[in-house]
């Protein structure tokens, strides 16, 4: 089993900035990749960023030059720093991981609450 802890969501004027962060813990070996995934009120949930173990990244278009993400790999943790947001951003962001072993589960964190105010 894994257990994720994510953290860093808030409430934010536009064009402010915050950092997620998520831990993972458990029966790991290797996780890959690692990533965050967003949910607004009435839409599906949607990749966000995502970052594979030997530093190539993904990125939705809508957040391109001004999310990054980041991962360190010694602590298993994966960072999203998120620059110049707007009320678009608002969503539940989760933080989902891939442990590599046959089976390759998925596991994904409890969410955490980003809010933009205009």
């Known amino acids: 089993q894994v257990q994720l802890v994510e953290s860093g969501g808030g409430l934010v004027q536009a064009g402010g900035s915050l950092r997620l962060s998520c831990v993972a813990s458990?029966?790991?070996?290797?996780?890959?990749?690692m990533g965050w995934y967003r949910q607004a009120p009435g839409k599906q949930r949607e990749l966000v960023a995502r970052?594979?173990?030997?530093?190539?990244?993904n990125y939705a278009d809508s957040v391109k030059e001004r999310f990054t993400i980041s991962r360190d790999n010694a602590k298993n943790t994966v960072y999203l720093q998120m620059n110049s947001l707007k009320p678009e951003d608002t969503a539940v962001y989760y933080c989902?991981?891939?442990?590599?072993?046959?089976?390759?589960?998925?596991?994904w964190g409890q969410g955490t609450q980003v809010t933009v105010s205009s």
């Open positions: 989902r991981v891939v442990v590599l072993s046959n089976t390759r589960p998925e596991y």
């Open positions: 458990g029966s790991i070996f290797s996780i890959d990749p």
């Open positions: 970052i594979f173990s030997g530093g190539r990244t």
